[in-house]
């Protein structure tokens, strides 16, 4: 009963916001069938215990802190070897023969992201052609031609590009796309769409400078084209889709967001991103009425929020959010925010605030009144503040877990963060040669 309830709702939320959220110029009976997977995907994927993920990432990046305490195997780069700062670069960063094994990346995502699997078992696919000329009929060797494709694929460049998508590119599930070893960069067009798919991975590319895209008939698959209407000019969006791994981007100016996950969006993980120089960087949730994004539940680990940011890192509607091990660099407004009662884990981060003195407050709490805001879960654990930054913390953790806190491992101290995220964004990959 309940589950039919669920299939109710999230169908009408479909019929009645995707012709103004989604760019979807006609509702067509392809994307109704996909709206109802993907509810039942999430379903699946929401994990009624958010803590214990937590928890596993926390003990996993404490034991990577040990040894490197211990000791200091893997020398920096000037010395010509790699340097694996946090436990999810442990494990393929420093492995020569990464590019003969390319899809064993996909065994190293952590937090509610870490059963993405993108293209593993699948073909590689090669891009050959930087251009994006044709909508309905993309050519062979293209990044839009890979992406349609049905069954699962890794996507790899075979040179340097720079890629002007000249409408959002709309990916289908079971794809990596996978930019080490080339310079890729996607700027100056559209951006990239994820809409009610799961198991995608994006690696290593350069999103910046994306603006709006006028929309038209466009291929999303190679058995179906699809009327849409504009993009928002989001870097990447992701609408009702799980398994989701957002992992070294270097991510900038675009006229929206730099990453939104809305629409019952759940089970992803954006790690070892650098994002710079952009109003709202990370939006978790867009609709107040839209409630199922209370299934939402994002882990956002070892990103650098560098100067030029003014919100959002993130901003979260309704979910779960662990923030963890990040570095956050003056921001202009504020850093975590949130509305309709999120519950956000904050553990291990850095924060040093700008000499603006009205922005020293890392939270923000919108659209609610002080007493409603003080019952929201939000809590700091071993973050370190400084030039004046102070986390508002509010509720009691302890009611919304099945365990007690002391149970919870702490993540490595915020003091460490500036190394562990030394290497955050998209890094440069040579084939043979450690990373």
């Not at 039919?4 to 009408?12: N, Q, S, T, V």
């Not at 992803?268 to 960087?281: E, G, M, P, R, V």
């Not at 956002?300 to 660099?329: E, S, T, W």
């Amino acid at each position: 009963m309940e589950l039919a309830r669920l299939k109710l709702i999230f169908l009408f939320s479909f019929i009645i916001l995707i012709p103004c959220l989604s760019a979807i110029a006609e509702a067509d009976e392809v994307w109704r069938r996909r709206a109802e997977e993907a509810m039942q995907t999430t379903e699946q994927y929401y994990d009624p215990d958010p803590v214990a993920v937590a928890s596993n990432l926390n003990m996993k990046v404490l034991d990577l802190s040990k040894q490197t305490a211990a000791r200091r195997g893997l020398l920096n780069a000037e010395s010509g070897q790699c340097e694996a700062t946090n436990p999810i670069d442990k494990c393929w960063r420093c492995k020569e023969n990464w590019a003969e094994d390319r899809q064993a990346l996909a065994g190293c995502a952590l937090g509610f992201g870490s059963k993405a699997t993108g293209g593993k078992s699948g073909k590689i696919y090669e891009v050959t052609d930087s251009s994006d000329n044709n909508m309905e009929n993309p050519k062979v060797g293209t990044l839009r031609h890979a992406v349609i494709q049905k069954e699962p694929l890794w996507i790899i460049f075979a040179k340097d590009m720079n890629i002007k998508l000249q409408q959002e590119l709309v990916v289908q599930g079971n794809k990596t796309i996978d930019g080490r070893g080339a310079n890729v960069h996607i700027a100056n067009g559209a951006g990239i769409r994820l809409q009610f798919v799961q198991n995608v991975i994006i690696h290593g590319i350069h999103i910046h400078n994306i603006s709006p895209a006028s929309g038209g008939m466009i291929r999303d698959s190679v058995d179906h084209v699809g009327n849409r209407g504009p993009s928002d000019g989001d870097a990447v969006s992701v609408f009702g889709s799980s398994n989701i791994w957002l992992d070294h981007l270097t991510l900038s100016e675009a006229q929206d967001g730099l990453i939104d996950a809305i629409q019952g969006s759940t089970a992803i993980t954006i790690s070892n991103c650098h994002l710079s120089n952009h109003d709202k960087a990370i939006l978790l949730g867009a609709s107040d009425t839209f409630t199922e994004d209370k299934k939402m539940q994002v882990t956002v680990a070892f990103n650098r929020f560098d100067k030029g940011l003014v919100q959002r890192m993130p901003c979260i509607r309704f979910g779960f959010a662990h923030v963890v091990n990040n570095d956050y660099n003056q921001w202009e407004m504020y850093a975590i925010g949130g509305l309709k009662g999120p519950t956000i884990l904050s553990q291990g981060n850095r924060f040093f605030a700008s000499d603006n003195k009205n922005a020293k407050e890392v939270t923000k709490r919108m659209d609610c009144s002080p007493e409603e805001g003080n019952n929201w879960i939000w809590r700091s654990e071993g973050d370190v503040f400084l030039n004046g930054a102070y986390f508002n913390a509010s509720g009691d953790l302890k009611k919304q877990i099945k365990y007690e806190l002391n149970d919870v491992i702490k993540p490595a101290p915020g003091t460490e963060v500036e190394r562990i995220t030394k290497f955050a964004g998209a890094l440069v990959c040579k084939p043979g040669q450690q990373c």
